[in-house]
């Protein structure tokens, strides 16, 4: 975050300022007219709003370079509700009383979204339900504008000058949209706004027509006639109609000011702290509403040009003390800015700056229609109904596309066998050869996502076919963000299933505080006290471990036994297969026993070294230190395999740890071992460099194949 005054604060304020002065105006206007109010009165509520909200945004810091004032959507927001007021009966200082206290309960909750981190919740209101609702918004601002222009022509004879209020709307907003394609260093705001002052002007001056009165805003009221807007009495308050939408009010000015702070993060490349900035809203809406103000929120293209014009930390409250010097000095310079100029701004900010003609080409797309009828049915809702049932209508629908994506997405990641997927001990070839040809006993499912009341019988569905064979099967819940209830239950009628075709359901990944605890099995006797154990259901902490232990089960089928307490022959090691007796004897002379207890370490990483290892009994990890605590494991070697081919063949570093997982008896045989087999049975020694250069082949077809299952 930027800290310290600019210049560029200063440039950057006033410049945004320019901006939103004709939109915290015409806004103000367009709220307050259907309702009797003054031009000028109505016009100082906007630029009171603007202030309130520019400077406590700005003190509060969230956001370098936003500035903000009222907004069409949350003044489409604030209509509505005055009108559903108005239609209960409520006129005059009713009015402007709910209001106020309206605008103070939506500061309050705005605070409270803020300090409860609130924000991250608002980001997920899917991007079509905002798109309806702003498109809505927009609709109403047209039909809003409309009818104010319309009011001029209420004459009995359609006399010559009545003409000037339409085509003054239409100069400004033309302007507005195409000055900035020639001169883009000036704002449209201020474009259309001098443009369309000059046309009206010299309409009137061509035409010789008077100008009615109230075709102009007229001369704001000074800052001594400015009174707090003190709430009503607590007995006799419509709470049904207030508190609704304030707390729509809230959401919707929140969404607005966060989806602004993303942009100014991209102008600044600074990072916004949606804490502070809903925090600073929140005070800023309630202070604006104590003084006859209305809601708002963080301003785009006022934004944008703020921090093009060098603004940073301090251009909101440069904009603020702007305002104040306005509303201070610039009064009577309010009566001749004519209402039709503010009402083309306002027809160019809903039909340019609102209405998203996206819709139109999400309807051409198969994969976005769902997405377009949903904007287009929250436009409706806005338009033809109410705008607090259309916040109703997208809060409905963002849960109904929450639940939707979580039930079409796969919940299965990957499924892969021990073909695909071996585990990281090293196995003798007849081992290997065995696990190969019953491969597809051992199946590992690594699952993603959610598993709740709308994917679980979706799984159990796709593994159905799974559940009816002596399988292995395995269930990575790495990638698992939550489990519910529903879902406990489904696993545990697939372990229920798979017991009885005689298979075995194991899990591992599985995270505390994700649904099912550490051991599944502990948690399945705690949610159905019938489940006492009559199947065992494993859980081991990491996939390598799961998948070894589905192995070795294999294998224990096939009458392999698999136990670190295995004691194994020389002869019986793969890499001396097909020796003769005399041969091994004398190979036996060079080999020096070593003793490992469980825990200790054979060597370390970077540790120089030239000798190959054979395990006897026990089981050595090969592990990759990193961090001060932690390691990733490569390998396990158990009796029978080997190690340290490597720097055996060239001798030099160690390129990982070796650590004895029980008490462990190994073999050594040491490069000037292998010398003087050279020398005494040359016949073997290339017999044993052939052996490892075989092994060498078929560890690295392993990490191959490992490389492209991690890889897609």
């Not at 394609?181 to 000036?186: F, H, Y």
């Not at 419509?238 to 939408?245: E, F, G, H, N």
């Not at 006993?441 to 799984?459: M, N, Q, S």
Request: charged residues 15%; hydrophobic residues 50%.
């Amino acid at each position: 975050m930027a800290t310290g005054f600019n210049k560029g604060d200063v440039w950057g304020g006033l410049s945004a300022a320019a901006v939103m002065l004709p939109q915290a105006t015409a806004l103000g206007i367009a709220l307050w007219s259907p309702y009797g109010a003054a031009p000028a009165v109505a016009a100082l509520a906007g630029l009171v709003t603007t202030l309130a909200l520019c400077l406590f945004s700005g003190l509060s810091a969230g956001t370098s370079g936003m500035v903000s004032s009222p907004t069409g959507p949350t003044m489409v927001l604030v209509s509505g509700a005055l009108a559903s007021l108005s239609a209960a009966g409520y006129q005059g200082s009713q009015l402007v009383s709910y209001l106020s206290l309206m605008i103070l309960i939506a500061g309050a909750l705005q605070i409270l979204i803020g300090v409860f981190n609130g924000g991250r919740l608002i980001k997920f209101i899917p991007y079509p339900v905002v798109s309806g609702f702003i498109t809505g918004s927009a609709i109403l601002m047209i039909l809003s504008q409309a009818n104010i222009l319309h009011a001029n022509l209420d004459a009995p004879v359609l006399e010559q000058g009545l003409w000037i209020p339409w085509v003054t709307a239409l100069i400004t907003f033309f302007a507005m949209w195409l000055m900035p394609r020639r001169w883009p260093s000036i704002p449209g705001t201020v474009s259309g706004l001098l443009v369309g002052i000059a046309g009206y002007y010299l309409m009137l001056a061509l035409s010789g027509f008077t100008a009615p009165q109230d075709w102009v805003v007229g001369r704001l009221p000074e800052l001594a006639d400015i009174q707090l807007a003190i709430p009503p009495q607590l007995d006799d308050i419509p709470w049904a109609l207030i508190l609704p939408v304030s707390l729509a009010l809230a959401l919707l000015a929140s969404l607005d000011s966060l989806l602004t702070s993303v942009l100014a993060d991209l102008g600044t490349g600074q990072r916004h702290n949606a804490r502070r900035e809903l925090a600073g809203q929140g005070v800023g809406q309630m202070v604006a509403a104590l003084f006859g103000g209305f809601a708002g929120a963080g301003t785009t293209g006022a934004t944008l040009v703020a921090i093009k014009s060098g603004g940073r930390r301090f251009a909101a409250v440069s904009s603020a003390l702007a305002f104040f010097l306005v509303i201070a000095l610039l009064g009577p310079v309010a009566a001749l800015l004519p209402i039709s100029v503010l009402a083309g701004i306002l027809l160019n900010v809903a039909i340019i700056g609102m209405l998203d003609r996206d819709i139109l080409a999400w309807l051409k797309r198969s994969s976005t229609r769902v997405d377009a009828a949903t904007a287009i049915l929250v436009t409706t809702v806005t338009v033809a109904y109410d705008l607090m049932i259309a916040i109703a209508v997208g809060l409905v629908l963002a849960v109904y596309h929450f639940v939707r994506a979580q039930i079409t997405a796969p919940v299965i990641h990957r499924r892969s066998t021990i073909a695909q997927h071996q585990s990281l001990r090293r196995r003798t070839e007849a081992e290997r050869e065995l696990l190969e040809q019953h491969a597809d006993k051992v199946i590992i499912y690594e699952l993603k996502g959610h598993l709740f009341f709308g994917t679980a019988d979706r799984l159990f569905e796709e593994l159905l076919p799974e559940l009816d064979r002596p399988n292995k099967l395995i269930l990575d819940m790495a990638r698992i963000s939550q489990v519910d209830l529903t879902a406990v239950r489904m696993l545990q009628q697939m372990a229920e299933r798979l017991h009885k075709a005689g298979g075995e359901l194991i899990f591992t990944n599985v995270r505390s505080g994700k649904g099912l605890g550490r051991k599944v099995e502990k948690t399945l006797r705690k949610i159905s006290p019938h489940h006492q154990g009559s199947y065992p259901v494993k859980t081991f902490i990491d996939a390598d471990e799961a998948i070894e232990y589905a192995e070795n089960k294999l294998l224990n089928i096939f009458g392999v036994e698999q136990t670190e307490l295995h004691c194994v022959q020389l002869e019986q090691c793969s890499l001396f297969r097909d020796w003769d007796k005399d041969t091994l004897d004398s190979f036996r002379k060079i080999l020096d026993p070593v003793h490992l207890k469980s825990g200790d370490y054979l060597f370390r990483i970077n540790d120089w070294g030239d000798d190959l290892y054979i395990v006897v009994s026990g089981e050595v990890d090969i592990l990759l230190p990193y961090g001060k605590k932690h390691y990733k494991r490569l390998s396990k070697f158990g009796p029978g395999s080997f190690f340290g081919e490597i720097v055996f063949l060239k001798p030099g570093k160690r390129t990982a740890d070796a650590r004895a997982i029980h008490d462990t008896e190994l073999l050594r045989l040491s490069g000037a071992g292998l010398k003087q087999l050279t020398e005494t049975s040359p016949q073997a020694s290339i017999h044993l460099l052939m052996r490892l250069g075989r092994e060498l082949s078929d560890r690295l077809r392993w990490s191959d194949s490992e490389m492209r299952r991690l890889a897609e």
